[in-house]
């Protein structure tokens, strides 16, 4: 299908959807993205057995302070 096609069907301006691809990501999406990787380096460090309350409190030791539910998610 064409974007103006799609564009058309989701009721948005081509010119907005041009706009939201040049926007900058959100300083949340870039903590998100930083948290989930050291969610990894710990998960991995762990042989794959921490779940996210000993993932919470590891991130707690290294200063990254979210909720538990976050990184649940």
Same mark, same amino acid.
């Given at each position: 299908?064409? +974007?103006?096609? *799609?564009? %058309? @069907?989701?009721? +948005? ?5 041009? @706009?939201?691809?040049?926007? #900058? %990501?959100?300083?949340? &999406? +870039? ?5 989930? $990787? $050291? ?8 042989? $794959?057995?921490? !779940?996210? #309350?000993?993932?919470? %409190?590891? *991130?707690? !030791? ?5 909720? $538990? &539910?976050?990184? @649940?998610?």
């Amino acid at each position: 299908y064409s +974007l103006e096609r *799609l564009c %058309e @069907a989701m009721q +948005l301006s081509v010119s907005g959807y041009y @706009a939201w691809r040049k926007r #900058p %990501e959100s300083g949340r &999406k +870039l903590e998100n993205k930083r948290i989930v $990787e $050291e969610i990894k380096v710990i998960h991995r460090q762990s042989r $794959e057995t921490y !779940g996210s #309350p000993r993932i919470h %409190e590891d *991130l707690k !030791g290294k200063g990254i302070f979210c909720s $538990e &539910k976050r990184i @649940a998610r």
